[in-house]
Each structure stands twice: as structure tokens, then as C-alpha cells.
């Protein structure tokens, strides 16, 4: 079982930066951010597989950074010029496989949200 635990959410303005930071149990479990806003469905931020290798959404491209720290035991997403479309409440998640769909993924955080504005 593994145990995820988001911080970092907050309000900023339109061009603003936030870190999000999940904590987690286990290192060896391929992780990721979803997100989901108002009235949508949960969809795939960025992942990052054990080996370090990354995936990110089109829409966050050039702007996130998913970084994983096992030393720490924490998994980052670094967001940089924050959009009105990014607002959404952002899940760290787990799974022994990698995947982008988040129906895939068997542990997840309870969120923290991000509001921008």
C-alpha cells in the first residue's frame, strides 16, 4: 500500500509559479500528477517512471517539471507561468506500471488545489 500525501496549492496570479510536493511511501512505483477543474474530467499532467523518464501533458509542456527525489521520498511538479486554465485541484498518484490514463492507478493523494487568477 502506498501512502501519498500533496502540498503546495495555493492562489496565484496569471504568469505566476507554484512547486507542488507529494510524499510518498514506496520508491519504486512509476508516479504522477493529474488534475482535475471545474466540471472536467481528471486528466494527466506528468509522469515519471522509475527510471526517470518523463511524460507531459501538450498543455503544460515547456511550462511543468516533474521531478522525483527517492533520497527524499518526494515527488515535485515545479508549474511556471500559471494560466486561468491550469486551475484545477491536482492529485499525486502511484501504480507499479506506468500509464497515462488516470483510471490506471491504484493509490492516489487526497489533492491540493491551485487557483489561478
Known amino acids: 500500500h502506498v501512502q501519498l500525501v500533496e502540498s503546495g496549492g495555493g492562489s496565484v496570479q496569471p504568469g505566476e509559479s507554484l512547486r507542488l510536493t507529494c510524499t510518498f511511501s514506496?520508491?519504486?512505483?512509476?508516479m504522477g500528477w493529474f488534475r482535475q477543474g471545474p466540471r472536467k474530467e481528471r486528466e494527466g499532467v506528468a509522469v515519471i517512471d522509475s527510471a526517470g523518464r518523463t511524460i507531459y501533458a501538450d498543455s503544460v509542456k515547456g511550462r511543468f517539471t516533474i521531478h522525483k527525489d527517492n533520497a527524499k521520498k518526494t515527488l515535485y511538479l515545479q508549474m511556471n507561468s500559471l494560466k486561468p486554465e491550469d486551475t484545477a485541484t491536482y492529485f499525486c498518484?502511484?501504480?507499479?506500471?506506468?500509464?497515462?490514463?488516470?483510471?490506471?492507478?491504484?493509490?492516489w493523494g487526497v489533492g491540493t488545489q491551485v487557483t489561478v487568477s
Open positions: 498518484a502511484a501504480e507499479i506500471a506506468c500509464a497515462w490514463m488516470p483510471v490506471a492507478y491504484s493509490y
Open positions: 514506496e520508491t519504486r512505483y512509476c
